[in-house]
């Protein structure tokens, strides 16, 4: 394999192990999203399981840890934890007593999403305006704000004309119950099709896409049907529309740590049919590599790879654990240059 060229670009280089660098914790940087008036952190929380499988006072502590970082934006949806027993509604309905407790809801950025097909019937769309007003009013209520900062479609109707979609979005706008919005798991030629739609319209476009992305390119025959993911047309995409993208699952549910610790056969099927391919192991090895020249943790790399990309980008983390933190800040201290994107990638 070439050797990857050192990081660059005047960013604070690591030559130390990352176990030093708990202590030293450095606030994330704000940065615009474009076409808003919003300064986001870098990184964005995701709160999925908050509440529920991640107990309160766990989450809290995620929580603190997260703002003291200088984190502000908070990511739920109207669907989470309803997978789980007594799960339901309880990510927003967890926040909502937070934030309420804390009030400090003027600090942050409010992301929750609505739209999402029941889990027993997926195959349904829900996609009609009482649908998804419903949805966004209840997502409110429990969040205990008057409007979501930004809101997204969990999931898309293909057979729902994209100026319908566009102008219920605007309603909603007009009516204060959202600033901007963006689309969850949506293909490239919809969310472009929605964008053409908003702009011969004369109305606000989407400022956002959250699919799954990762540096461990995922087998989609093997995941969620209903998944959708940002390609290399997609990337592109993003930056010739300079729209920002918020990916989730982008540290591959730890995959390239499990491969890392020996502990993959030991983990969730789900992993390791998604992401473990000879193509994820080659990267594995490209990761070590850029490590050797560079002291930075393997997570770090992975979550390099996305932040270092040639428009902005707001990874979704998803710590279960306070600890699981660190490292993910550690991300946000370097950039990987545009060599060692391709040489992670296998195109250089």
Known sequence: MQRPSVLGDGQLHYSAAPAHFCATIAKMKNRPIPHTNLNASELCLGTAEFGSAVDESASEEILKTYLDAGGNVLDTAEIYAAWLPNGE????????????KNKNRDQLIISTKGAHPRLDSMEKPRMSKPVVESDLNSSLQRLGIDYADIYWLHRDDPTTPVEEIVLMLEDFRKAGKIRYYGFSNWTEAR??????????????????????????????????????????????????????????TTQASGYFRRLENGTLDKGPELVRSLFDSPENRERYKRIKTIQSETGLSTGAIVLGYLLSQPFPIFPIIGPKKNSDLHESFEATKATLSAENLAFLTGRS
């Open 191 to 248: 969310t472009e099709a929605a964008r053409l739609a908003a702009e011969k319209l004369g109305v606000q476009s989407c400022i956002g896409v959250q699919n799954q992305w990762s540096l461990a390119k995922a087998d989609a025959s093997k995941g969620d049907p209903t998944w959708a993911y940002t390609d290399e047309s997609f990337a592109q995409w993003h930056a010739q529309n300079d729209i920002a993208a918020f990916p989730y």
């Open 89 to 100: 509604h309880r990510s927003e309905t967890f926040l909502g007593n937070w934030l309420r």
